[in-house]
């Protein structure tokens, strides 16, 4: 229960760091390439302030935070679980167990995701200002209007980003926390957990970033009534042909400025509950706290947010 609520209380704290990051990854995601809104990362963090105020930043921050328990719980299920099945504590099976995990919480992180999406662009277009009031009004708007499709909007595409994704950030962090040598009662362990999250952060977003672009693009495709995709297959190609390659590292810089200082937090908040907890109730804290085999507890939300 303690690992639980240490994951939730970690993740919010992750949300609440990278949630600025991820609106202006959106918003340069899907601007039109004829007549782009933004000039870059800084310039588009800085007309948002201007014209929205610094909460224009937190646009759709309900979304994940509402998701934020029922993410957790699923994550902890599956890689904890998987890593039982699996037995041997090794950086394959942390990856497989990443997979699963990634794999399942797409159920609760695809419609969590759409309504941020949808809600980051409010501002973006004179039409969508007040399409919604808040993210349970975005959520049952779009739910009355396109029904359970609707919801899984870019459910397919989701599902490609998370399940390597997550893979990919386990396998890192093991690798990293290994040959750091995470051990409880290390002087340093707060620091090198967050360099070891960090940069396991920054690589699973290297790993899927091009799907992410896609799936930015099919899930906020629809606002203010305007279909351009009618799938997968179509937004790839009308992207590349309206933009080249390059399109497929829109928002790219925002994102992995984002991605260290989220999982950082994340872990660093973990952490420390964990070994209060522990402390508290005088139990001994064995090596395992630190080690990949039980990183479930330390997930990074993702790409939910996620990472």
Known sequence: MMDFIAGCIGGAAGVLVGHPFDTVKVRLQVQSSQRPLYRGTFHCFQSIIRNESLMGLYSGIGSPMMGLTFINALVFGAQGNTMRLLGEDSPKNQFLAGVAAGTLQCVVCCPMELVKTRMQLLGTKKSSKKLYKNSMDCFLHIYKEEGLRGINRGMVTTLLREAPSFGVYFLVFDVLSRNLGCEPGNRFIIPKLLFAGGMAGVFSWLSTYPVDVIKSRMQADGVGGVCQYNGILDCVRQSIRK???????????????????????????????LMYARRFEKEPVDCEVAQPSHQAQMQPQAQSSSL
């Open 243 to 273: 933009e080249g390659y390059m399109v497929f590292t829109k928002g790219l810089t925002s994102t992995l400025v984002r991605a260290f200082p989220v999982n950082a937090a994340t872990f660093a908040t973990v952490t420390l509950i």
